[in-house]
């Protein structure tokens, strides 16, 4: 390649053309006479440094992802471990009389029967027979229906233990009952059965769930108002469930899940679904 002598004039207007390919040496002296600094040695210097500084951005950036989700790794370890030794009972909130529908505040305890879905055997409910796996467990549902049909309690009783149940403290309140990283609930759509179960899953926060929380959880459920499809569904169902809705539809006003339970309100308590111990699912049981 030969070199030849050009003037300033020549470098500028090839800077200016972007011809990049041409080498050029300069000294110090011609440097210092230029008037301005070449454009295209200014745009390349300034992408070099935009680059690097996304670069270091990046990295950064990423570093700070790694370290967030580490943490939330190591508290759903620690969680899980902490979790995992406890198990679940298999009944919840026995003992507490209170009517879905209702604010929570009027819950109360009933500190005279402590198993308040034992009256629906005595009533004859079909709801609370017990279904035998085997000979032992057929022949002790047996022996329990023989024992309370001779130990029945008159009405009078029950009136008698809604009156001996007082309000819950906030010790009671705040009661830890499960302490499993979630709990399942199986609500009852309507009185009659007619409409299939409803499953709502609520995620627990440490320490657990306490009875304020799962009474608050099954309040807002019959709270929600129907979808149009479960109106539509409702509709078809049965014949409480049609007259319902068929008269707010009329009335022009919204139906609530609640308003679907008909006189079935009364809080029977939540019974675990499966045998398993460490199982989350619960089926709510509701009585007239």
């Not at 110090?28 to 440094?49: F, I, N, Q, W, Y």
């Not at 209170?98 to 034992?118: I, M, Q």
């Not at 007259?243 to 009364?266: I, K, N, P, Q, T």
Request: hydrophobic letters at 40%; charged letters at 20%; one cysteine or more.
């Amino acid at each position: 390649m030969g070199v030849h002598v050009v003037s300033p004039a020549w470098v500028l207007q090839s800077a200016k053309l972007g011809r990049q390919e041409r080498c050029l040496h300069l000294s110090a002296d011609a440097l210092r006479s230029l008037p301005v600094k070449l454009p295209v040695m200014h745009e390349a210097h300034c992408s070099l440094g935009e680059s690097a500084a996304a670069h270091a951005s990046s990295a950064k950036e990423r570093a700070a992802d790694a370290h967030v989700w580490q943490a939330l790794l190591d508290q759903a370890d620690q969680r899980a471990s902490a979790m995992s030794h406890h198990q679940t009972p298999a009944n919840l909130l026995e003992g507490v009389v209170w009517t879905v529908t209702d604010p929570t505040k009027y819950a109360r305890l009933d500190t005279f029967n402590e198993h308040p879905g034992s009256h629906c055997q005595w009533q004859g409910d079909g709801d609370g027979d017990i279904v035998p796996d085997s000979d032992d467990e057929e022949d002790a549902a047996t022996q329990q229906g023989s024992s309370s049909i001779g130990t029945a309690v008159p009405s009078f009783a029950a009136d008698a233990s809604s009156a001996s149940g007082g309000r819950m403290s906030a010790g009671e309140w705040d009661y830890v009952m499960v302490m499993a990283p979630a709990l399942t609930v199986l609500f009852p759509a309507d009185a009659a059965g007619a409409l299939c179960p409803v499953s709502r899953t609520l995620r627990i926060q440490p320490p657990g769930l306490s009875r304020r929380q799962l009474l608050a959880f099954l309040h807002a459920f019959y709270q929600e108002e129907l979808t149009a499809s479960e109106m539509a569904e409702a509709l078809q169902g049965g014949l409480r469930c049609s007259l319902e809705v068929r008269g707010a539809l009329l009335a022009g006003r919204r139906v609530r899940r609640g308003d679907l339970l008909g006189s079935r309100r009364s809080l029977e308590g939540l019974s675990r679904v499966s045998r398993s111990r460490n199982a989350s699912v619960y089926e709510l049981e509701l009585s007239c």
